[in-house]
């Protein structure tokens, strides 16, 4: 059994591999919610459906996310009653969220409504919301305290971050299952996704970074970081903007509390020696997932890192 | 100032005519909501879509309801979660249910609600719910009870009727407005709309009968019979099945208590004396507008019926 800790995109084309080697019934991916909105009184939680769409096989390949060949006509529609179109909500996209929230308001949890609509596209894995309560990230800028789609999409991350606020986190308990996925498990991958808005979250909810430590599983993470770049996204912008260096090894030495296994990529091999220094076994693959055999190979080694663990 | 009582595409025809000879801001709309639905949490109004699409000039004219142009990207994905598809919601017009539901959900009325599409569709006239409460109509069948929705759309209106019951109906008031746009008016229409099931709710909620028979405003009504058929739906069938006569006659007996000219086709021309002797005012006119100008000329002889009459 193995339990994987998932932003979006990133973590989404690791499962593409994952689901090679493994099989879905003994998967659980734990996925970030601190990135939900709410638009036009719809539940969107853009982390979860990349995963759902992209394991599905109907996911828009070339942006990552949404719906292949989806249309946007309702969005448009909607611009009419003054409502943003920025955040690009596709028709079939929007099915997916105009069910979520008839789940929801029927009584239904996140964890419920979530579960259903991935049994609704095919998928055998357990996939769980970090939570079923709210938590919003928001990032603090020098234009002010952003809601995360606002940064990220709305302005392109092209914004410097300062800081990092996971609002709710105090109050918001981990979903049914997530500790007991992250203790059971017989491994733990951290998905190569953004550690600060994407794992972050996750780790901030109480009780799982306790978890993670605690966990008789080894845990392996993948570094999203190679050759001091970010794969995608605004993970390196973030990290220079914190003060901290744009490293495979920052993101070791930030789960370094409870991570056994280090994967970086063969660019960063010069890196090995110094995550070895932290205390952690390293291993060095081609982490840059281009195709199908990529993400195939990608997780097969993670796979075997895990099962030829032997012990801290 | 004219207050005309609506139900779906035919009012809506009618009132294209009314707004070519009348200034928009001189016009109040009561529309018929007993066809309400709710799909997938989202509130549907058919009638009041009808009539807003209409008068905005973006209705698909073939039809007589939704968007022109309009795609079914959303609704065809929502099948995937078992909801059901016979409703024909096209991604526009799903953008105004959205719309809606949002403004409901934040707290808005109906009646703000309709009041606040109307003018993102740029309409100057007042368009009333004709009850911010709900009522659904529902027809008695061999095949049972029916929502209104579920014999209309997804049966074809192909069931014999045999009763129609308006749930809700005792608790329900008429919207804000309703009333006293039927009591300060100038003239009242009936638009040629089916007097069973779309202007029947509106005649059945507290009030508004007494209101009718109490304006001092003459109050005419088009009839939707010409020549003992129906220009378009059920209404032939239902008057059958409830064992009345299809007739223009029948239209005039049921409005009889409040109504001061009926407005028949020259196909009914042999109906003039009957109509009278029922204490009626009789004007015989084209009523089967299939171009604009003929819903113009229509328009044009009802507000002049109305203009002329002389007291009861």
Redesign the interface.
Known sequence: MFTVLAGGVGAARFLEGLVQVVPQEEITVIVNTGDDLEL???RICPDIDIVTYTLAGVVDQERGWG?EG??F??????A????PTWFRL???D???C??R??LL?QGRSLSQATA??AR??GLALSLLPMSDDPVATRVMTDEGLLDFQDYFVRRGWQVPVRGILFQGIEEARPAPGVLEAIRGAGGVIIAPSNPLVSIGPILALKGVREALRATPAPVAAISPIVGGRALKGPAALMLEGLGLEVSALTIARLYRDFLDIMVIDREDEGLAGEVEALGLQVAVVDTIMRGKEEKRALAQAVVEALRGWSGR
Do not use: K, P, Q, Y
């Not at 006509?73 to 909607?78: D, F, G, K, V, Y």
């Not at 009419?80 to 409502?83: D, E, I, L, Y």
């Open positions: 036009f009184g719809l719906i989806d249309s006509a309702c969005l448009e529609a909607l009419r009653f003054g409502h596709g028709d079939r929007l099915a997916t105009l069910h929230t008839w308001r259903a609509i609704s596209f």
